[in-house]
Every structure is written in C-alpha cells, then in structure tokens.
C-alpha cells in the first residue's frame, strides 16, 4: 500500500508458479491484484515464502481414493475466472439472483455488484484472486446456507463496525486463505491439518465448499468478537484460521458437520 492509502498491490494464489511436488514458488509467475479497499491489501496473506533446503516439510502419503479426490479439487483451483466463457458468466449471474432474488440484474458489469460487495462495477477483476472456484464456494453458500448467507451479506447480526468488511472480497480471501492452509496446490499434503481436510475430501467431493461456508461463519464470528474494523481484517483472518486449524486436528472429529464452527451456520 502506498503512503497515501489510496491504493494497494495484493500477491494472488499462484497455481501455475506453484510446481506440484516441488517446495519453491517461482515469483516470477505471480500475478497482482490492484484495487482501492485498504482492507484487502493487508488481508491477502503472503502467497509463498522462500524456502531453503533445509525448510522442506514432510509430506504424507495419500490413499488412492484421496489421490483421486485431491486431483480432481486441484482442477477446480487451476480454472481461472474468465468474463468470455458463458459457464462463468451464467456462475456469475446465478450468485446475484441468488443473493438478490427481488432485484433484476442489469449487466455483468454494473454498479449493482457493489451491493454485494465487490469492489468496483465489474466482479471479474476481483476473481483474479481466487478463480473460479471462489465464485463455486459463492453459490454453494447461497444455495445451501440461504439464511446464514444472508445474514453476513447485510450483516444483520452483532454490533456491526462503521467500517465493514465488502463481503464479496472477502469471500474470495477466504477461498485463498483455505488453499494456502490446506495446502492444496501440493502433489501430497505437507501439513498435518491438510492430511486431515483430505480424509473428509475423501468421504464427500463437496468439503472444500462446506469448510469455505464454515470458515466464512467463523470469520465473522470472529470478526464480532473482536469488535473489528476493515484495518484489524488480517487479524481477523489469522485468528480464523487458527481456531479453524485446531477444530479440523481435533481428535474426536470424524466429519466436518462436527466441527464447533458448523454450529453457527443455518439453512
């Protein structure tokens, strides 16, 4: 961010950078994502840091069935949002009827996304940090937690700041944040927390979604607790995912919906 606040640079998920199997990001292929909400700048964590030899983690051995589901996941990280292809723009159009069920679309580029919380008229630029999978993890939400959707989108619960997080954007953080935690551009898990996720990943396709709709929960839980505003969003994100490391590596939990955090969410 520059010294006036006006403006920021964010370091995307980097997928194509990112050599599976190898512990070295290739700076080189990161792209950037440039936008006006201060928030944001400082939310995105760091994509990957530089590793010496010496750093490189163990990795865990997956199943066959864990193999298979972990690859067909990663297809959904790698697939870029593109504003030409009409898949993502029904994807796109479906998210606002969804969300805004009485009000009528009048483009995919409108001053109406704003509403949602997006950062300026057009949506796609803000994909660029998540791809689309980001907008996937949108509609699962909507489609399956109306309500608990709905509640963080017009922030109809707690003392609410002055300055709130955009829910959109925030959206997309989390989809980032879940990749980098989970470790999921990986050819094996190196974490203990993203062996565990794989075990769930395993039993039901969908559970990246329904962990995105969980932690989306537990982030604004946090985000009241803390009495937070749009400059404390990094500390919110890394409290997030620190209660969301411990519920996942709980030894008595055998399914997501067991989760702590799951108890705040409702259809």
Same mark, same amino acid.
């Given at each position: 961010?520059?010294?006036?606040?006006?403006?920021?640079?964010?370091?995307?998920?980097?997928?194509? !950078?990112?050599?599976?199997?190898?512990?070295?990001?290739?700076?080189?292929?990161?792209?950037?994502?440039?936008?006006?909400?201060?928030?944001? !700048?400082?939310?995105?964590?760091?994509?990957?840091?530089?590793?010496?030899?010496?750093?490189?983690?163990?990795?865990?051995?997956?199943? /066959? /069935?864990?193999?298979?589901?972990?690859?067909?996941?990663?297809?959904?990280?790698?697939?870029?949002?593109?504003?030409?292809?009409?898949?993502?723009?029904?994807?796109?159009?479906?998210?606002?009827?969804?969300?805004? /069920?009485?009000?009528?679309?009048?483009?995919?580029?409108?001053?109406?996304?704003?509403?949602?919380?997006?950062?300026?008229?057009? /949506?796609?630029?803000?994909?660029? !940090?998540?791809?689309?999978?980001?907008?996937?993890?949108?509609?699962?939400?909507?489609?399956?937690?109306?309500?608990?959707?709905?509640?963080?989108?017009?922030?109809?619960?707690?003392?609410?700041?002055?300055?709130?997080y955009p829910f959109a954007v925030a959206g997309v953080n989390i989809t980032f944040m879940l990749i980098q935690m989970l470790d999921l551009e990986a050819v094996k898990p190196r974490t203990l927390?993203?062996?565990?996720?794989?075990?769930?990943?395993?039993?039901?396709?969908?559970?990246?979604?329904?962990?995105?709709?969980?932690?989306?929960?537990?982030?604004?839980?946090?985000?009241?607790?803390?009495?937070?505003?749009?400059?404390?969003?990094?500390?919110?994100?890394?409290?997030?995912?620190?209660?969301?490391?411990?519920?996942?590596?709980?030894?008595?939990?055998?399914?997501?919906?067991?989760?702590?955090?799951?108890?705040?969410?409702t259809r």
């Amino acid at each position: 961010m520059d010294d006036r606040g006006g403006s920021f640079v964010a370091v995307r998920r980097i997928s194509q !950078g990112l050599e599976r199997g190898n512990n070295t990001c290739h700076s080189s292929s990161a792209e950037v994502v440039a936008g006006s909400a201060a928030w944001l !700048g400082r939310g995105l964590s760091c994509v990957c840091a530089q590793r010496r030899e010496s750093d490189a983690r163990p990795s865990f051995d997956l199943t /066959p /069935p864990q193999e298979e589901c972990l690859q067909r996941l990663q297809s959904r990280i790698d697939v870029a949002y593109d504003s030409s292809v009409p898949e993502h723009q029904e994807a796109l159009k479906a998210l606002w009827n969804a969300a805004f /069920p009485e009000e009528e679309l009048h483009g995919l580029i409108s001053e109406q996304w704003k509403e949602m919380g997006w950062q300026g008229k057009d /949506p796609s630029t803000d994909f660029r !940090g998540g791809g689309f999978i980001s907008l996937e993890n949108l509609l699962f939400f909507v489609r399956n937690f109306p309500m608990s959707f709905q509640d963080l989108l017009q922030k109809r619960e707690g003392e609410r700041s002055v300055w709130e997080y955009p829910f959109a954007v925030a959206g997309v953080n989390i989809t980032f944040m879940l990749i980098q935690m989970l470790d999921l551009e990986a050819v094996k898990p190196r974490t203990l927390v993203g062996a565990t996720f794989l075990k769930f990943l395993a039993e039901d396709d969908s559970a990246f979604d329904l962990l995105y709709c969980i932690t989306f929960k537990l982030m604004d839980h946090e985000w009241l607790n803390m009495h937070a505003s749009y400059m404390d969003f990094n500390a919110v994100m890394k409290s997030t995912r620190r209660q969301l490391e411990r519920e996942l590596l709980s030894e008595d939990i055998t399914r997501l919906e067991e989760l702590p955090s799951y108890t705040l969410l409702t259809r």
